[in-house]
């Protein structure tokens, strides 16, 4: 499996700022969990992958998530996927999608709004994000399940949209992170939690790439 750049797409498990750009609830960067199954993709393949963290001088969406504006491979998409999915644009994460990457890590789900969730119109906006990934690089996909508690709802629709292109999108199930003994503040898990995070993530991306 080709390693030589990586894009994460998450929510505040993924980065939060300022001050602090990395997952929130691990102590430092070097311990979210981006970073860390960043570092064992570089230990495995010998390569040299790298996490350009947000800049606080590119513009914002709503609630202070990076806007269209930076081109980091780290973004937050709480705003501009979870809680807007229903108006899900290619043009949010245009600067993303120029980088082509090989590896994309799209975790998320916590965040969207279930009081008002409109399966059918999530299920194709989440496609729609899909094939825009699959026209930029055809890079090899991994969608963690819900991380924080469970949404069998979500999950579903994750599972589903894996198995249409299985060759290169991957469901990676998350449930062993629910422990409290893997929470931090605000029930994000803490260093313990991003290190399975990150295992769990890398060993579905060492089967991935073994030849079946």
């Not at 009081?115 to 690089?137: G, N």
Request: proline share 7%.
């Amino acid at each position: 499996m080709k390693a030589d750049s990586i894009l994460f797409l998450g929510n505040s498990m993924t980065v939060v700022g300022p001050p602090n750009y990395w997952g929130a609830s691990a102590s430092t960067a070097a311990k979210d969990y981006a970073h860390l199954l960043t570092q064992r993709i570089n230990d495995a393949a010998k390569g040299a992958l790298t996490i350009t963290p947000p800049n606080p001088a590119f513009g914002r969406w709503y609630h202070g998530n990076p806007g269209p504006d930076w081109n980091g491979n780290l973004l937050n998409i709480a705003d501009i996927f979870e809680r807007n999915y229903d108006t899900w644009d290619r043009a949010r994460i245009q600067k993303q999608l120029a980088l082509k990457p090989d590896i994309v890590v799209l975790q998320f789900g916590e965040n969207i709004p279930m009081e008002s969730f409109d399966a059918a119109k999530f299920k194709t906006a989440l496609r729609t994000l899909l094939t825009d990934l699959k026209k930029s690089s055809e890079p090899e996909i991994f969608m963690p399940s819900f991380i924080l508690g469970s949404n069998a709802a979500v999950d579903t629709i994750k599972r589903e949209l894996c198995a249409e292109d299985p060759t290169h999108r991957v469901f990676v199930d998350m449930s062993k992170v629910g422990p409290d003994a893997t929470r931090g503040a605000h029930a994000h898990p803490n260093d313990e939690g991003m290190a399975i995070i990150a295992d769990t993530l890398f060993k579905a991306m060492m089967a991935h790439a073994v030849p079946k």
